[in-house]
Structure formats: C-alpha cells, structure tokens
C-alpha cells in the first residue's frame, strides 16, 4: 500500500512561482513513477508531468513543457513540481500518483492517489 500526501499549493498570482511536494509513505519509492494530474473545475483530471523511478526519464504535457519541472529525491520519498510562469489555465487541483515500475502520461496506469492539492492563479 502506498499513500501520498501533497502540499505546496496555494493562491499565486500569474507569472509567479509554487512548488509542489508529495511524500510517500512505502519502503521502496525508487520503484515507483511518480506523476503529477490536475483537475480544473468541470474538466477531467488531466496529464501534467512524470518521473520515472531512477529520475533519467521525464514527460510533460504540452501546456507546461519549459514552465513546469517535476523531480524526486528518493532518499525523502518525495516528488516536487517546480511551476514557474504560474498562468490563470493552470488553476487547478494537483494530484499526484504512483505507479509499479511503470511509467505512463494515462490516468489509468496509476494505483495510488493523494487527496491533491489546490492551485488558485489569479490575474
């Protein structure tokens, strides 16, 4: 069983800075891919950034590519999103996830889920 908890979220204003973290509680993070979703009001949960277990892989999705950068320190269980450039569109819930050796953008390819972490980017 993994369990995952976020935090870092909170009201920034465009063009600013936050930085995510997400702690896992299970003995063998470095076997896990670690990706960040988020999910706006009325919109499905959507595809943000990924890890692989051994930090030499990562993906992201478009709309972040060069503002967003996710990485891990598997010594701390933890996996960060570094946003920068903060855009009114990336107001969301940000969730991260885990998954077993298997690396993947699909929402469907993660077992484990935090409770997600809300990001308010004002104007």
């Known amino acids: 069983q993994v369990q995952l908890v976020e935090s870092g979220g909170g009201l920034e204003q465009a063009g600013g800075s936050l930085r995510l973290s997400c702690a896992a509680s299970v003995r063998t993070f470095s076997s896990y891919a670690m990706s960040w979703f988020r999910q706006a009001p009325g919109k499905e949960r959507e595809f943000v950034a990924a890890i692989s277990w051994s930090s030499d892989i990562t993906y992201y999705a478009d709309s972040v590519k060069g503002r967003f950068t996710i990485a891990r320190d598997n010594a701390k269980n933890t996996v960060y999103l570094q946003m920068n450039s903060l855009k009114p569109e990336d107001t969301a819930v940000y969730y991260c996830?885990?998954?077993?050796?298997?690396?993947?953008?699909?929402?469907?390819?993660?077992?484990?889920w935090g409770q997600g972490t809300q990001v308010t980017v004002s104007s």
């Open positions: 996830a885990a998954a077993l050796y298997r690396l993947t953008k699909e929402l469907k390819g993660y077992n484990y």
